[in-house]
């Protein structure tokens, strides 16, 4: 279902409409408005120029935080790998074991 959610950044309200949560919506739109806020508040821009800027901060804080996930998820490959080979250590021990008390055989 889509709501349309109306939301304030830098002091103008736009009505967005999604299919996300209204609470989440009006979150995302804080987080930019912050961002132009923050960029606004040293320097003198136009609104667009502002916009662009917080657009690329965001964008570089998203590409990081990608980065940063396909890092995790390398080294939780790496320990999976690793847990299965441990495993089939383990499992080669037992065997092994097993074999060694019965007598050999």
């Known amino acids: 279902m889509k709501n349309r959610v109306t939301v ?16 989440y919506v009006r979150q995302i739109a804080a987080i930019v408005d ?6 606004t508040g040293e320097a003198h821009l136009s609104l667009s120029h502002a916009a662009i800027l917080a657009c690329i901060n965001l964008a570089d804080r998203f590409r990081k935080a990608e980065d940063d996930s396909d890092h995790l998820r390398g080294q939780v490959k ?28």
């Open 8 to 23: 304030d950044v830098a002091g103008q309200e736009y009505t967005l409409i999604s299919e996300e949560d209204p609470v």
């Open 34 to 39: 912050e961002e132009i806020k923050n960029i």
């Open 78 to 105: 790496s320990c999976l790998d690793e847990l299965h080979k441990l495993k089939q250590e383990l499992a080669d021990t037992r065997r092994e074991l097993s074999r060694q008390r019965s007598g050999g055989k």
